[in-house]
């Protein structure tokens, strides 16, 4: 194989932000299956505004299947009540029946950014929904 000419040296690692209040805002959204393929979600890639520098959030809209609300009706509400927070934080459009995801991107919020650890310890930001008033 021949030398791959690449920016390697311009990759580092981003910063992890400290928890706290920022201003953010969807970058892109991707639909499809959860990990075990049994329920659609979509994930939101989310960037914190004013600092390139800082690491990006991923969050996931899980949407409950029909199974979910058939087996465990409580676990169906709460994913629906998580995402129903999620889209009201970020001022994006939904009715009783559901909600458009081209809608996400582009849409922003003002919220709390937590730090959760990973499988291999290391801080990653999540976003925090505030309760619905």
Request: aromatic share 8%.
């Amino acid at each position: 194989m021949a030398f791959i000419k690449s920016r390697l040296g311009d990759a580092v690692e981003p910063t992890t932000p400290p928890e706290g209040n920022y201003d953010l805002r969807i970058v892109t959204k991707e639909a499809g299956r959860n990990k075990a393929g049994t329920r659609d979600q979509v994930r939101c890639y989310i960037v914190i505004e004013g600092d390139d520098d800082y690491m990006g959030i991923n969050h996931w809209l899980t949407i409950p299947s029909e199974e979910d609300w058939q087996e465990e009706p409580d676990k169906a509400k709460r994913m629906e009540l998580a995402n129903r927070r999620f889209l009201t934080m970020f001022g994006v459009q939904y009715t009783a029946e559901g909600f458009d995801d081209d809608d996400l991107p582009g849409a922003t919020a003002h919220g709390l950014v937590k730090l959760d650890a990973g499988d291999d310890g290391t801080p990653y930001p999540r976003v925090v929904p505030p309760r619905i008033d």
